[in-house]
């Protein structure tokens, strides 16, 4: 193959080209408007090379919006597929790549990026920390999130995309029947920006275990701290996992190994093996922070203490085990024999247990509560019976002989999708709207955020409910179209109506932004929910270093019991705060390895061994860099303060 | 020049090297695969655990318990990996 | 910055404690990420192909050699850290340096045990037993790569700034990082070399 053959798109489309042009435009407006309006300064130096965790937060949480967008597309493309038997609006190639980045950029990308987002914002709030442990780690692992991402994006328009589902099975996903480089994006967009969740793993357990206001025993934090310190402990011993299998699949592709080949020793069933090794844990680093929150959201609307702190806490660390011994269930049918199908089983259904616990925590705390309907207690309230009826199809799955019917079965899609989307995705919105105030100092409206819940929430049980029947009926996941005798039509159908439903939410919730930062009031109290935790004791906006005095704590709802029982929150005089200084080097190694990665897909092997040296060059540079931040003085504090503090 | 090699990390990297001899037994001598592996599994788990007490100090700081517990939770998970993958993939596997 | 005169020089800062209890979870990760490189060494190892098998490239001197290089090696830092401790700046050095050369010793029997496989007919694409042997290896390997720069650039940072806050907690993390290496080497040399001619 010619050199640059290698960048052509392998099988074009209109869509493609308009992709391609879109893309452009976009690039040259944004450029021509921050030249135009000179906010390259601005842009620089207050966002790009922030270390402040508020607006690193407030990034992941861009990225992740425009990644549902990306990812919502594809999903709403493969619902118009299939909504009729033998449609023709798609090929089988294009659905391939479709069904395949739509899976990925919606759990590494999406998901991913806004539980860093919600985490970056209030962790250190809520434990009334000043930053993280390491500020620009943090910087480093958005970079290398951002830049992974942008590497697995720019797939469809520079060489393809990735097309053998977003598990990445081998052989399928070998170099004999996936040629062009779609699965060399997969691999290395997948390292660049799991590296990055690693470091923000070891970053935060740090910041959680290290930098809690004095008084704050790990009994006292807030549940979504708790959440987020298991899910940490799950990311940081997860990930190598998926950093190993990755490394393989690479050498694989490039190098001609022969790890997971169907030759000379290889074994393809190792890649599943690790791939789930990572990814049975991933599930629950993604639900477990979402139950940190609806724990949060159902303590402030119901306006009670949250029922059975201990349970929750124990379930939790319970879960971060269990979900290390689960795996297999992702191949019951791969093979292997009754006993290791019986004992993954067994470790699956056991699994439900702590997960039923939390449950029922939730319905006590609600039982005899004053409960208000705002929009993220309605997305709370909406998620219980709906995640339950995912967990318990999940239960169903968990059963080794009769999987052999579910497996690979749109029964399986319509399963995971009810976890994930009230689990995952309710809570990050429910999230989103309850920490807005505290990012962006004004609300969002909640006439127009009730109607995009009801438009989510009945547009979810329309577009999966459909697809329990047609999946036992027979219907098998990652069929681009199927026959009219088939039956499948009608449910398919049914399903296409529901994901237009849900496109009509999302939409409304972009507008609900677009209106509220219009219309909303600007002169709102620092805590307008009448909530609990710490972050509502800073005022809006939150200042660079979040608390002009270090808080104590003396109880787990600190900030109610402040309000309520007359604890004394501030006790210490003003004194001058350190911060650290921003920097532009966590932005250029994540260009760096940008281009490592991009070089890597196509095996420009100058440009690697530069783009490493470079890496590591930086390194070094920060090494020998000599940085001690600098002192925000008490006067500046001082006349911050007089803004809208609560204190 | 005695202040700079105290008596515990000498008597760390003996034992290390003791440790080492004793594992190569399996090797020299012609034992069953039952108990070399036992002999190979001793050896190894005594001398990582001499590397974290004696040379890494990992019981010293503040820090102690979350160190051990990260620690712990990482051989689990690694342990896990190896026998469960094993489990699946050759034993378990018809 | 607030220092306290009660801890060592490397655990005296808020940041410096910070700084090693984060390179601590990251060496439970690098655990976890050794532990699936064992466990897919352990799945592979019998699926030699048409390659040959364990038994038949390795050898036992050059392992036994490369042991104990290693063992000394994490001696020597553990001293090097000890002298350090003790304020004496120089002795630290020399230890720190007979660590690296030791590492460096290593590195030079491992290649030539790489290049005796590769004659034998073993290289990385021959077969999943033989794609795993060098992963694992070379992964362990370029730690150690990456070990001796970085030693070097703390080596240059104490000549040039002496014995402070900062260059001792890099150092001593460092030193965890070594001996978290030989540990790795300890397993390694158990389970896949002792065990592969057993």
Redesign the interface.
């Known amino acids: 193959m010619n050199f640059f053959d290698r960048f052509a798109v392998p099988n074009p489309s209109i869509t493609i080209y308009a992709s391609m042009i879109a893309i452009a435009l976009t690039v040259i407006a944004i450029i021509a408007g921050l030249t135009y309006f000179k906010k390259w300064q601005y842009v620089w130096s207050e966002w790009l090379t922030t270390v402040d965790h508020k607006r690193i937060g407030i990034m992941y949480l861009i990225s992740a919006l425009i990644m549902l967008f990306r990812g919502g597309a594809d999903a709403i493309m493969m619902r118009a597929q299939t909504a009729v038997p033998d449609n023709t609006l798609l090929g089988a190639k294009e659905y391939n790549e479709i069904f395949t980045t739509h899976g990925v950029v919606m759990i590494i990308f999406m998901a991913m990026a806004f539980i860093m987002a919600l985490m970056n914002f209030a962790i250190p709030l809520q434990i009334g920390a000043r930053d993280v442990?390491?500020p620009r780690l943090n910087a480093l692992s958005y970079w290398l999130y951002f830049f992974g991402a942008m590497l697995f994006n720019i797939s469809f328009v520079i060489g393809g995309s990735p097309d053998s589902g977003w598990s990445s099975y081998f052989p399928l996903a070998g170099t004999d029947f996936s040629q062009s480089v779609g699965t060399n994006y997969y691999m290395l967009a997948l390292q660049i920006s799991g590296l990055g969740t690693?470091l923000t793993?070891?970053?935060f357990?740090?910041t959680i275990?290290?930098?809690r206001a004095p008084g704050m025993t790990l009994m006292k934090m807030p549940m979504f701290v708790w959440s987020a310190l298991v899910t940490n402990?799950i990311i940081?011993?997860?990930?190598?996992?998926l950093?190993?299998?990755l490394?393989?699949g690479t050498?694989d592709r490039l190098?001609?190994?022969?790890?997971f080949?169907t030759?000379?020793?290889?074994?393809d069933?190792?890649w599943a093996?690790?791939f789930w090794?990572w990814g049975h844990p991933e599930v629950y680093i993604l639900i477990l922070p979402a139950f940190g929150i609806y724990s949060e959201i159902i303590s402030t609307f119901a306006r009670r203490n949250l029922y059975g702190y201990k349970s929750m806490v124990i379930s939790m660390v319970a879960i971060s085990?269990l979900s290390?011994?689960v795996?297999?269930h992702h191949f019951f049918t791969m093979?292997?024999?009754a006993?290791?199908n019986s004992?993954f089983s067994v470790t699956t259904m056991v699994i439900a247990v702590p997960t039923g616990i939390k449950i029922f925590n939730w319905l006590f705390t609600l039982r005899k509560g004053k409960i208000e309907f705002t929009v993220p207690m309605l997305y709370t309230l909406g998620f219980i019976p709906i995640f339950t009826i995912g967990g318990v199809t999940g239960v169903m799955l968990a059963m080794a002989s009769a999987d052999y019917q579910y497996h690979n079965t749109m029964f399986l899609v319509a399963h995971f999708h009810l976890v994930i989307i009230p689990g995952v995705v309710f809570a990050m919105i429910a999230g989103l709207t309850y920490w807005w105030p505290k990012m962006f100092g004004f609300m969002l409206n909640e006439r127009i955020g009730k109607w995009a819940f009801w438009f989510i929430a009945i547009g979810v049980c329309v577009t999966f409910f459909p697809m329990f029947i047609s999946g036992l009926n027979g219907q098998a996941r990652r069929m681009y179209t199927y026959s009219e005798s088939t039956g499948f039509g009608i449910w398919n159908m049914i399903s296409f109506v529901g994901a237009l439903g849900l496109l009509v939410g999302f939409i409304l919730i972009v507008y609900n932004i677009y209106y509220s930062t219009r219309y909303s009031p600007r002169n709102i109290p620092g805590d307008p929910w009448d909530a609990r935790s710490l972050e509502w004791a800073t005022p809006t906006p939150v200042p660079e270093y979040n608390f002009a005095v270090i808080p104590h704590v003396d109880s787990s709802e600190a900030f109610w019991d402040y309000k309520k029982k007359g604890y004394q929150l501030f006790r210490d005089p003003v004194q001058s705060i350190?911060m650290p200084n921003n920097s532009g080097l966590p932005i250029i190694i994540g260009a760096g390895f940008f281009v490592w990665g991009f070089a890597f897909v196509f095996g420009i092997w100058p440009v690697v061994i530069l783009s490493t040296l470079f890496i590591?060059g930086c390194l070094?540079y920060r090494?020998?860099e000599k940085d001690?931040g600098h002192y925000i003085p008490v006067s500046d504090i001082e006349i911050d303060e007089q803004g809208g503090s609560v204190q | 020049m005695r202040a700079l090699f105290p008596l515990k990390q000498v008597m760390g990297l003996i034992c290390s090297l003791t440790l080492t001899a004793a594992a190569l037994t399996v090797y020299f001598f012609d034992l069953s695969f039952e108990a070399g592996s036992s002999v190979l599994l001793i050896t190894a788990f005594l001398q990582a655990i001499i590397q974290l007490t004696v040379f890494m100090h990992a019981g010293e700081g503040e820090d102690k318990k979350i160190i051990y517990t990260g620690i712990y939770y990482g051989a689990f998970v690694a342990l896990v990996t190896v026998f469960g993958s094993l489990l699946a993939l050759v034993w378990g596997y018809y | 910055m607030k220092i306290d005169q009660t801890l060592p020089l490397e655990y005296s800062t808020e940041q410096n404690r910070l700084n090693i209890l984060g390179f601590w979870i990251f060496l439970g990760a690098e655990i976890a990420l050794f532990g699936t490189l064992f466990a897919s060494y352990f799945t592979l190892v019998n699926r030699t192909g048409s390659g040959p098998t364990a038994a038949e490239i390795f050898e036992i001197m050059p392992v036994i050699i490369e042991t104990v290089l290693l063992l000394i090696s994490s001696f020597t830092i553990g001293l090097g850290i000890h002298a350090m401790r003790l304020g004496r700046k120089r002795a630290m050095l020399i230890f720190f340096g007979s660590t690296l050369l030791l590492g460096l010793s290593f590195l030079a029997v491992e290649i030539y045990d790489f290049i005796v496989y590769i004659h034998e007919g073993a290289t990385l694409q021959t077969s999943g037993f033989t794609a795993i042997l060098f992963t694992l290896l070379g992964t362990h390997g370029a730690h150690i790569i990456f070990g001796l720069f970085w030693g070097l650039l703390i080596m240059y940072q104490i000549i040039k700034n002496g014995l402070t806050p900062e260059t001792t907690n890099k150092a001593f993390i460092f030193s965890l990082y070594w001996h978290f290496l030989d540990v790795i080497w300890i397993f390694i040399f158990s389970f896949v070399f002792l065990k592969g001619m057993m």
């Open positions: 442990a390491f690693l793993g070891i970053n357990i740090t275990l290290k930098m402990f940081v011993f997860a990930f190598p996992v950093t190993v299998a490394a393989m050498m190098f001609g190994t022969n790890f080949t030759e000379n020793g290889g074994m069933m190792l093996n690790l090794v085990l290390f011994l795996w297999v093979g292997q024999g006993l290791v004992i350190h590591f070094a090494s020998l001690h």
